[in-house]
Structures are given as structure tokens and as C-alpha cells.
Nanobody, 118 residues
Framework: QVQLVESGGGLVQPGGSLRLSCAAS????????MGWYRQAPGKPRELAAS???????NYADSVKGRFTISRDNAENTVYLQMNSLKPEDTAVYYC????????????WGLGTQVTVSS
């Protein structure tokens, strides 16, 4: 089992920045990749950014050039630096981990709210 705890959400004005953190615990050795998904009201959950165990990032087109995902393997933490935030970035952001431990698994955090509004 892998447990994920997010932090860092909040209210920010358009053009502002926030940094989200996701701390992983449990069977962290079994994680292959981690990422951030987001879900706006009335919309399906979508990938914002992900990063492999080797540090290779992947971004949704809508956040490229504005968001940066990184990981600190020593602290078992993944970060999402969000700059130049737009109202359309408003969503609940969920941390996700995927891996293999006898069988493939997905783990999710409870989510953190990000609201971009003036």
C-alpha cells in the first residue's frame, strides 16, 4: 500500500503561483511514476503532469511552460510548481502514484483545492 498526502493548495490571483507537495509513505519502493491530476467542477479528471522514477516529466499541453513537476526521492515527495496561473486552472488537484507490487496498482491522495480568482 502507498499513502499519499497533498498540501499547498489555496486561493491565488490570476498570474500568481502556488506549489503543491505530495508526500508518499508505505511501499514507496514499488512506485514507478507519480503525478498530479486535476478535476474541475463538471469535468472529468485529467492529467496535469507526471514524472517517472528516473525523473522524466510529462505535461498536459494546457500547462506546458507554466507548471514544473519535480521529485525528491530522499524525501519521497513530489512537487508541482504552478506559475502564471489562470482561472481555468481552478480544480481539485490529486496526487497519483502508479507501480507494481505483485500486481499493478494506482494510489490516490484525497486532493487539494486550487482556486484562481481575482
Amino acid at each position: 500500500q502507498v499513502q499519499l498526502v497533498e498540501s499547498g493548495g489555496g486561493l491565488v490571483q490570476p498570474g500568481g503561483s502556488l506549489r503543491l507537495s505530495c508526500a508518499a509513505s508505505g511501499s514507496i519502493f514499488s512506485i514507478n511514476a507519480m503525478g498530479w491530476y486535476r478535476q474541475a467542477p463538471g469535468k472529468p479528471r485529467e492529467l496535469a503532469a507526471s514524472i517517472t522514477i528516473g525523473g522524466i516529466p510529462n505535461y498536459a499541453d494546457s500547462v506546458k511552460g507554466r507548471f514544473t513537476i519535480s521529485r525528491d526521492n530522499a524525501e519521497n515527495t513530489v512537487y508541482l510548481q504552478m506559475n502564471s496561473l489562470k482561472p481555468e486552472d481552478t480544480a481539485v488537484y490529486y496526487c497519483h502514484a502508479a507501480g507494481f507490487r505483485g500486481t499493478y496498482f494506482d494510489s490516490w491522495g484525497l486532493g487539494t483545492q486550487v482556486t484562481v480568482s481575482s
